[in-house]
């Protein structure tokens, strides 16, 4: 724990880089006087970047610094509502320190923390130098405040933009119309987190008539807007791990303030913003240093099986591993270590054999034969059969293509079953989707 800390706090000392320059589609754009744009995104839920196992993936912090720098600092508002990891295991604490780092390489102004980023902020001890307002419900007064506000110019006068917090269990309505009082003599927009969605307490939220934009918590990867999205409140989630950010351009007209809404999706084309990208690699160092692969959580298989490599295979199924060894599968370690995810156990998993067994995959230096998408993926644990000579047939656990080509990480996958099955064809007789396993 010790060597891990130690790590975390050099990485905080070595991300405080020169931010990128805006991208070059979007610095010479021109940012119309009359507009002002605040960007919203949250539940990253522990996603820095996809895996990219597979094109038309969405999402990486990497890239959503092209659409958040496309508008001037001073034209802009920056917001994450929160949920920032799934849990509070090792690898997902370091992805939290990476992603505060990130929001400050990234120049957000307004990081909302939920009850449990706020506990593990506190633990890792990230609130005594914040990299944004933190704010949030759930704030004792270490530096967290349930509300931000600041005045922005917008053509020729400034507007006030307020960000609240609450939970909706413990926060009187009565408290959100104090909290939201505008000044008599100056236009504002009021925004509203909420830690839970309650059809009931939204009404009543949206019957006070001073909130603008409602927030409610992501249970879709896309944003969602519920009800009429030209009414206030405009009441929409911000989708969740990153694929999308949520962008309002408000507009100044005659004597009020117009609002649109937009969720742009983070696509591969985007141009990725160099200090993210060594963050990123800074993060895959810290995963490698924490010796990840060989704390991986593993069970125990069934009747004493062991996994003993697709070579052990050879003799007795020499046409299947011959063409096997020139088939994507058989390479698959490799395309982890074209991008240095080798040591990561979120991608190693689907690169190897039997890495959630005993007797499975561990590293490369321990268990080197256990590389790749082989034999025993898709048949079993191949001990009892090579011990019996084949006689005994391979039996679970065993693992189905959907297991890994999930619509996450192989897009394309759900629609074209079929041609992937083709691609990984290796037997003489006839096979189908369903029976490649038997």
Known sequence: MKRFVVCICLLILSASCVPDRQPESSAGAIQRDDEFVVFLTGYELGELKPCGCSGGQLGGLDRRWAVLSSVPNQKKLTIDVGSFVESDSEQDLIKYSILMQAFGLLDYDVI???????????????????????????????????KFQNQYLLKDKYITISVLTCSVETSPIEQIREAFTPKSDQQGLNILIIDQYDETIVSSIAELGIVDCLIFPSDSDEPRIIGDPNERPLIFSVGRFGRYVCKLVIRDSQDRLDMSFQAIPIVEKLKQGTSLVRLYKDYQHLVKEADLLEKFPRFSLPNGLRYEGSKSCKQCHKYEYKIWSRKPHAQAYKTLVKVGSQYDPECVVCHVVGMDYESGYICEEQTSHLKNVGCENCHGPGSEHNRTEGLAKTTEPKSDCIFCHTPEKSVEYASKEQEYLEKIRHWKEPKTAGNVQQ
């Open 112 to 146: 909302n923390l939920t009850r449990t980023d706020l506990e593990i902020a506190r633990n890792l001890g990230l609130l005594f130098n914040p990299v944004a307002g933190f704010i949030s419900p759930y704030g004792t007064g270490e530096k967290i405040a349930g």
